[in-house]
């Protein structure tokens, strides 16, 4: 099984500011087959970038994902309001799926 | 556009049964593999299990691996979970998700599921 562990656990920022979100795989992930997803309190997760790299449908382009083997990151940039959230990478490599834990984005 | 409706949640004692369902709209259902991700309580997320578009190829987390079973029914456009011999640990809010290549591109609203005596 492939643990993810995402750092920090918890990121303070502020509205237009830049945050940086890592993802370490305990193993190579195969075809960059990582996605990373955003949810906000009370809501289902929303997917932003698969493969990676690539953002998903409707996705602003300040949400940009970057990576590969065994280190991903998800980077924001100009934080917006709607951006404090919680966010998850996945793994899609090999089964079981796995998520890491997850980063809280607060102000 | 893409909508996930789950329904069947509830509190449920230890050892019980339980059959959530998720309605499907806005897609090609019978082209997609679909899943089950819970969340149980303040927690992270958590696959539970994945299945083809013809009902054949079934996989799951190990923790629910004989208790829980996929099923689907493309002519109704649904999804089901029958859970079988509930934990207290199975509780959490099951989210339906589409699967494509293992990528949860969509996502339902959850469903909320509480085993307590």
């Known amino acids: 099984e492939i643990v993810l562990t995402q750092s920090p656990g918890t990121l303070s920022a502020s509205p237009g500011e830049r945050a940086t979100l890592s993802c370490r795989a305990s193993?190579?992930?195969?075809?960059?087959?990582l996605a990373w997803y955003q949810q906000k309190s009370g809501q289902g997760p929303r997917l932003l970038i698969y493969d990676a790299s690539n953002r998903a449908a409707g996705i602003p382009d300040r949400f940009s994902g970057s990576g590969s083997g065994t280190d991903f990151t998800l980077t924001i940039n100009r934080l917006g309001p709607d951006d404090f959230a919680v966010y998850y990478c996945q793994q899609y490599d090999s089964l079981p799926r796995t998520f890491g834990q997850g980063t809280k984005v607060e102000v | 556009e893409v909508y996930l409706v789950e329904s069947g949640g509830g509190t449920v004692q230890p050892g019980s049964s339980l059959r959530l369902s998720c309605s499907a709209s806005g897609f090609t259902f019978y082209n997609y593999w679909v899943a089950w991700v819970r969340q149980a309580p303040g927690k992270g997320l958590e696959w539970v299990g994945s299945i083809d578009q013809h009902d054949n190829e079934k996989y799951y987390v190990d923790s629910v691996q004989g208790r829980f079973i996929l099923s689907r029914d493309n002519a109704d456009r649904s999804l089901y979970l029958q859970m079988n011999h509930l934990r207290a640990e199975d509780t959490a809010i099951y989210y339906c998700?589409?699967?494509?290549?293992?990528?949860?591109?969509?996502w339902g609203q959850g469903t909320l599921v509480t085993v307590s005596s």
């Open positions: 193993q190579s992930v195969g075809g960059n087959n």
């Open positions: 998700v589409r699967d494509t290549f293992g990528v949860f591109d969509s």
